[in-house]
């Protein structure tokens, strides 16, 4: 891991942009975190629209975050922003405008192929990434993921022991195997939906929460579109890691 820039936000939060292996990221920790006391982690789910479109909106989350004595970082996705283009991902994203400019349905063989691929590169990416940022004596677990592509989140909570918690948000499209996977994952869970999501189909996001095994997962379901997540769905998400990731202080 390869620090590229620093800067200190007003609040204390330390905000630094790194490389790893070719990968952008950016960690945020909070002023509290030291060797002493590390933070526990929460790893933000990766940004579809681009780390560097979307970085005002990750920093505004890892501030809240940090005010609850948490670390967070973001990774770049794979095909996204400065990092190579995956051919199989534009061919599927170009045919998923057609399909949808033509008014017709999205079949799960497209779903298949636009994220599954992407679920494949992202995971081992993030697994690495933890190994790296878990190695910084200010950082350290239990690790939580918060966030989307939900299909990566959903596997990465199976696959990674280092997980122990989610908040996945529902609003990305689900491939048949994600289902298949939420079967067997057990962490607890909290799964944030916005009902009028114009992009998410919403029965399948229902049916996602059904198939998960976590003998703890809450449904957050608020009515509004895709950017209209009310400021207490927020809360709520910080309250639920604040039970899972913090340490209990030594009497």
């Known amino acids: 891991m390869h620090f590229t820039s620093e800067r200190q936000l007003d609040d204390g939060v330390r ?23 590390p ?13 560097h479109r979307m970085l005002p909106r990750l920093a505004e989350r890892a501030r809240h975050a940090a005010a609850d004595g948490f670390a967070s970082a973001a990774l770049e996705l794979p095909g996204s922003g400065e990092r190579p283009r995956v051919p199989a991902l534009d061919r599927a994203r170009a045919e998923l405008r057609r399909t949808m400019e033509a008014g017709e349905p999205v079949g799960p063989e497209l779903v298949d192929a636009l994220v599954l691929p992407l679920v494949d590169l992202a995971v081992p990416e993030c697994r690495a990434a933890l190994d790296a940022l878990l190695a910084l004596p200010e950082v350290d677990g ?24 989610a908040a996945l948000f529902a609003g990305s499209l689900v491939p048949r195997r994600t289902f298949e996977e939420a079967r067997r994952v057990t962490v607890p869970l909290h799964v944030l939906l916005q009902w009028d999501d114009e992009g998410n189909d919403r029965q399948a996001s229902l049916d996602l929460f059904d198939a998960f095994a976590s003998p703890e997962k809450c449904l957050n379901a608020n009515m509004g579109g895709h950017t209209g997540v009310p400021p207490h769905a927020g809360d709520a ?3 639920f890691f604040a039970r899972h990731l913090k340490r209990p202080q030594p009497e």
């Not at 933070?39 to 780390?51: D, N, S």
Request: negative net charge; aromatic residues 4%.
């Open 237 to 239: 998400a910080a309250g």
């Open 142 to 165: 239990p690790v939580g993921y918060s966030g989307g592509v939900i299909a990566v989140g959903v596997r990465l909570a199976l696959v990674e022991p280092r997980i122990a918690a």
């Open 15 to 37: 905000e630094r942009e790194f490389t790893l292996d070719g990968i952008p990221g950016v960690l945020w920790t909070p002023a509290s975190a030291a060797p002493s006391a």
């Open 39 to 51: 933070a526990p982690l929460i790893l933000l789910g990766l940004p579809p629209l681009g780390l």
